[in-house]
């Protein structure tokens, strides 16, 4: 089977749009600088000046090298304005039809254990002042890099379908080998989440948990496994291939109680990529789609995946005290599903 060079299907795929036709230009040349980013990140210690650094300096490096290059390309792209996460807001080219959200290198602190970093971006109809208040849903395109044992993107552009390219690592170049993916039905039995937050909980997502862990003797009747590899990016590639949840709610620390995934730079663009799977992001309560941005640096809870799993969690939320253990709500009462 042949696959479609990524610059070829973005091209088509465009057609005569001026705000599709500047986005699909910028997934291009994201693609561009997301090539250099993994082949930097492969080399890891082997990179010029890193040999002897303590593991800050190292962490600090592909941080800098990641966000230097990016903005780079958006700065020579029809990009009207650039908010990263780590960086604040930058202007861009005056009078361009677009703006841009990005996180240059998400988990910049797992290369040390070879875990899988990323990108995350999208990119929003340029609106003046209000152009980061607009609600996730009015992203233009959105999706992630992954830099793993294989590097790809997974994107979406607004009215087409959930597309993964994967990089050829001898020349690379981008190819489109997943079309219009959809999450797999039924979705696996795996769920993510940080159980050393535990005890940190409210009551609906400890509840909800306990009812995984219970497996086949609880009242789910069914086995899971657990997944936790601390990379964003690496559990979203999982669940868009295998299906699933990811759980990181806020919790009662310092600090926590508006959660921590960043709304515009992590839960808009995996929010996006989930629904156009058939999947779903919410932040327990409320559609990570239709939550609005107060400030560019605001925080969410973030629960994604299998559709079924993820409004369950919300029915979880909306039972009296949680669903907690009391004996009306054990396994065997009245409220448990």
């Known amino acids: 089977m042949a696959y479609t060079e990524l610059d070829v299907w973005l091209k088509e795929q465009a057609g005569g749009d001026d705000a599709l036709r500047a986005a699909a230009g910028i997934v291009s040349g994201l693609a561009g600088v997301a090539r250099d980013i993994s082949r930097k990140v492969a080399r890891g210690p082997l990179n010029p000046g890193l040999e002897g650094r303590s593991l800050g300096d190292i962490f600090a490096y592909f941080d800098d090298e990641a966000g230097k290059a990016f903005m780079q390309a958006l700065k020579a792209a029809p990009v009207a304005r650039i908010a990263r996460e780590k960086g604040g807001m930058e202007d861009g080219t005056a009078g361009a039809p677009v703006a841009v959200t990005l996180d240059a290198l998400n988990g910049s602190s797992n290369i040390d254990a070879n875990t899988s970093p990323g990108t995350l971006f999208a990119i929003w109809p340029e609106k003046g002042e209000e152009t980061f208040a607009q609600p996730g849903g009015e992203a233009l395109a959105g999706g992630f890099f992954i830099y793993g044992p294989r590097t790809a993107l997974a994107f979406t552009l607004k009215g087409g379908g959930l597309q993964i390219a994967t990089m ?9 080998t997943a079309a219009d993916k959809a999450l797999p039905e039924p979705h696996a039995h795996e ?15 400890r509840t909800y948990i306990d009812d995984m862990i219970d497996g086949a003797d609880g009242p789910r009747g069914v086995d899971y496994n657990m997944r936790w590899s601390a990379s964003l990016v690496a559990e979203a590639i999982r669940i868009l291939n295998r299906g699933g949840i990811f759980l990181y709610p806020a919790d009662s620390r310092p600090g926590c109680g508006e959660g921590r995934m960043k709304l515009l730079f992590h839960a808009v663009p995996i929010a996006l990529l989930m629904k156009t799977a058939g999947g779903m992001a919410t932040d327990g309560r409320v559609d990570i789609l239709e939550k609005t941005a107060e400030r560019t640096d605001m925080r969410t809870p973030l629960i994604f995946g299998s559709r079924e799993e993820v409004e369950r969690v919300r029915r979880y939320y909306e039972m009296p ?9 054990s396994k065997r009462g009245l409220f448990r599903f």
């Open 168 to 176: 050829d690592p001898e020349t690379g170049t981008f190819f489109v």
């Open 191 to 205: 769920y993510a989440v940080n159980a050393s937050n535990y005890r940190f909980w409210d009551p609906a997502i």
């Open 321 to 329: 005290l949680g669903g907690s253990r009391s004996p009306l709500f």
